[in-house]
């Protein structure tokens, strides 16, 4: 490896920083002499903070930007976390590495109470996600749920001063900022299923970099990768993006996949859920969303998008 100097594309949020900051560490640590450097910038999906994510572009708002200065030489490689890349890349980019997956679970971050059980009737729960919100309503249909966009700090902060009763946030995000302390309940995956991804690590680069890729290389974790790549096929063969209620996650059990995907209504008042296992994320996956379209799920999203 000849290149001596990287640069890594990041949103100037804490979250962003620090996972960009952990990537910078861990390459230097893997090639000695090898000097690395941010560039941090403002995405859209920072700016436009008072509107869904599913009604103004969805979760690749985070990424366009970064994208555009890998396209254009401002940057080498970017990082994200997996959850908020899009099934499909745009031509031209990689994934080179998955990996560093920290607990899938999402976190009930609560003031009042002490679990998601405890919470009376009526209270407000913020999330940005429809996954958690029709999972969360699938159990409790009498909770109220409500968006709630910003960063980390942004979010608690609300919290905080009193406009919900509780948020729930990935905890992977809340442990890599030392906040693990803010968690009141870790929601088991079987009560609510993750985001394709959630959890992991990703970096970005571009296709054709092939001296970028082989610098990656050091850092990539076949089994996440392969339980992530399994997960996020069901999203690519359902042709579904963040604005649809869906849950997947894998994992590895004796040599063999285990993949679990649901889909829900908005409202949490049906399910549509899948099963399989195999040697193979393709396969895996395959069987999981045809099984999923079988059961009706091609027409739930058609209703969900008007078409």
Same mark, same amino acid.
């Given at each position: 490896?000849?290149?001596?100097? +990287?640069?890594?594309?990041?949103?100037?949020?804490?979250?962003?920083?620090?996972?960009? *900051?952990?990537? %910078?560490?861990? $390459?230097?640590?893997?090639?000695?002499?090898?000097?690395?450097?941010?560039?941090?910038?403002?995405?859209?999906?920072?700016?436009?903070?008072?509107?869904?994510?599913?009604?103004?572009?969805?979760?690749?708002?985070?990424?366009?930007?970064?994208?555009?200065a890998l396209q254009d030489g401002r940057a080498d490689l970017a990082v994200h976390s997996m959850k908020d890349v899009p099934?499909e890349l745009p031509d031209g980019f990689a994934l080179p590495v998955i990996g560093y997956r920290e607990d899938v679970r @999402?976190? $009930?971050?609560?003031?009042?109470?002490?679990?998601?059980?405890?919470?009376?009737?009526? #209270?407000?729960?913020?999330?940005?996600?429809?996954?958690?919100?029709?999972?969360?309503?699938?159990?409790?249909?009498?909770?109220?749920?409500?968006?709630?966009?910003?960063?980390?700090?942004?979010?608690?902060?609300?919290?905080?001063?009193?406009?919900?009763?509780? +948020?729930?946030?990935?905890?992977?995000?809340?442990?890599?900022?030392?906040?693990?302390?803010? +968690?009141?309940?870790? $929601?088991?995956?079987?009560?609510?299923?993750? #985001?394709?991804?959630?959890?992991?690590?990703? +970096?970005?680069?571009?296709?054709?970099?092939?001296?970028?890729? #082989?610098?990656?290389?050091?850092?990539? @974790?076949?089994?996440? *990768?392969?339980?992530?790549?399994?997960?996020?096929?069901?999203?690519?063969?359902?042709?579904?993006?963040?604005?649809?209620?869906?849950?997947?996650?894998?994992? $590895?059990?004796?040599?063999?996949l285990q993949l679990e995907a649901w889909l829900l209504r908005e409202d949490g008042s049906a399910q549509i859920s899948a099963?399989?296992?195999? %040697?193979?994320?393709?396969?895996?996956?395959?069987?999981?969303?045809?099984?999923?379209?079988?059961?009706?799920?091609?027409?739930?999203?058609?209703?969900?998008?008007?078409?």
């Amino acid at each position: 490896m000849t290149r001596q100097q +990287i640069t890594i594309a990041t949103r100037q949020s804490k979250l962003a920083l620090w996972q960009a *900051n952990f990537i %910078k560490a861990e $390459l230097e640590a893997a090639h000695p002499g090898l000097s690395v450097e941010l560039l941090g910038m403002t995405t859209d999906g920072d700016r436009w903070l008072s509107s869904p994510l599913s009604e103004v572009g969805g979760k690749g708002l985070f990424i366009k930007a970064l994208e555009d200065a890998l396209q254009d030489g401002r940057a080498d490689l970017a990082v994200h976390s997996m959850k908020d890349v899009p099934a499909e890349l745009p031509d031209g980019f990689a994934l080179p590495v998955i990996g560093y997956r920290e607990d899938v679970r @999402d976190a $009930l971050v609560s003031a009042s109470a002490k679990s998601l059980d405890d919470l009376p009737a009526g #209270a407000l729960i913020g999330s940005s996600s429809l996954r958690r919100q029709s999972m969360l309503l699938q159990q409790r249909g009498d909770l109220r749920v409500a968006p709630v966009r910003g960063n980390v700090d942004t979010r608690l902060a609300k919290l905080d001063s009193g406009e919900y009763d509780a +948020i729930i946030l990935a905890a992977a995000g809340l442990n890599r900022l030392g906040l693990s302390a803010r +968690i009141t309940e870790l $929601l088991p995956v079987e009560r609510l299923l993750p #985001a394709a991804g959630q959890g992991a690590l990703g +970096i970005e680069c571009r296709a054709d970099d092939a001296e970028v890729v #082989a610098l990656l290389q050091p850092l990539n @974790d076949a089994i996440a *990768n392969t339980c992530v790549s399994a997960e996020r096929l069901v999203s690519a063969g359902l042709g579904a993006d963040c604005s649809a209620p869906l849950g997947c996650h894998a994992v $590895l059990v004796d040599g063999e996949l285990q993949l679990e995907a649901w889909l829900l209504r908005e409202d949490g008042s049906a399910q549509i859920s899948a099963q399989a296992g195999g %040697k193979s994320a393709e396969l895996v996956s395959a069987e999981v969303v045809a099984s999923l379209l079988g059961a009706g799920a091609a027409d739930w999203l058609a209703a969900r998008s008007g078409s």
